[in-house]
């Protein structure tokens, strides 16, 4: 946690989830409706095809939804491409960009990250700008090198709390069941904030949310948002669930 810092628990449902779904997302809007935290802000990102339908479902609850990827310019012949605004009308107030799924999937470079992160404030999103070394990486003691590299080429100038989140995300750690220790999570949220102060000032950098991503449980939420400048969670697998989300949401209210 930062202090003065709202947490978010955000999901990111990736590619899952069709009109069935939304059972789900009305138990995790009705659990919100009902009081379950004032004091922690939700955030569902569906796959664009469900945006608009899930506008109804959340409708009267906090909960907002977001996309997972917009393309870089703002319309064109860009068959099979969502834009920014495409996802604003639709009923998203934030998208993902650069998700590492993104960056291997489909080899976007920290210029295309950035350059998606623009097109998101255009459209009057707030970009989630994800960031995260992999094993080999990791393994090489190139962790805090990658992150330096990643938020000096991924985050637009002119990023701050309203239009920017980071979401670290140790690409070993999706999916995968596996966390970085404590103190690793710590040095790589502090060294995440200090290059954001680099990028935006010290004063931006100090209230910009930086979440954590990478197999978040309701197990362990609670010991990974009590970290230093770990404003909440990016969650795949357990945001599926409505009682694994609402837990999740439920342990960070207990720091
Ligand atoms: O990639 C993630 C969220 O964007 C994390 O996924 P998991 O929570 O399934 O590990």
């Known amino acids: 946690m930062t202090k003065g810092i709202r947490p978010l628990v955000a999901g990111n449902w990736k590619m899952h989830g069709t009109a069935a779904s939304l059972g789900e997302l009305r138990q995790i809007a009705n659990g919100f409706l009902h009081g379950l935290d004032a004091d922690t802000e939700a955030l569902i990102c569906v796959p664009a095809t469900l945006v608009s339908r899930a506008r109804e479902v959340?409708?009267?609850?906090?909960?907002?939804?977001?996309?997972?990827?917009?393309?870089?310019?703002?319309?064109?012949?860009?068959?099979?491409?969502?834009?920014?605004?495409?996802?604003?009308?639709?009923?998203?107030?934030?998208?993902?960009?650069?998700?590492?799924?993104?960056?291997?999937?489909?080899?976007?470079?920290?210029?295309?990250?950035?350059?998606?992160?623009?097109?998101?404030?255009?459209?009057?999103?707030?970009?989630?700008?994800?960031?995260?070394?992999?094993?080999?990486?990791?393994?090489?003691?190139?962790?805090?090198?990658?992150?330096?590299?990643?938020?000096?080429?991924?985050?637009?100038a002119g990023a701050e709390a309203a239009n920017t989140i980071i979401a670290y995300e140790p690409v070993w750690a999706i999916g995968t069941g596996l966390t970085p220790t404590v103190a690793d999570v710590a040095e790589a949220h502090a060294h995440i904030r200090a290059e954001l102060g680099r990028k935006a000032g010290a004063k931006h950098a100090a209230s910009m949310r930086i979440l954590y991503g990478g197999s978040v449980k309701p197990a362990n939420a609670a010991e990974l948002m009590a970290i230093d400048n770990v404003d909440g969670a990016l969650v795949g697998g357990a945001s599926l669930k409505a009682a694994d989300f609402l837990a999740i949401a439920e342990a960070y209210r207990e720091i």
Do not use: F, N, Y
């Open 58 to 156: 959340v409708a009267r609850s906090p909960v907002r939804l977001g996309g997972q990827d917009c393309h870089a310019r703002a319309s064109g012949a860009h068959t099979g491409d969502i834009s920014a605004e495409m996802l604003k009308d639709a009923g998203a107030s934030h998208v993902i960009v650069g998700h590492s799924e993104r960056r291997t999937d489909h080899a976007e470079s920290d210029a295309d990250v950035c350059a998606k992160a623009e097109a998101a404030w255009l459209a009057g999103l707030v970009a989630i700008v994800c960031v995260g070394e992999t094993q080999a990486e990791r393994e090489g003691g190139r962790t805090l090198d990658v992150l330096s590299r990643q938020i000096a080429g991924s985050v637009p």
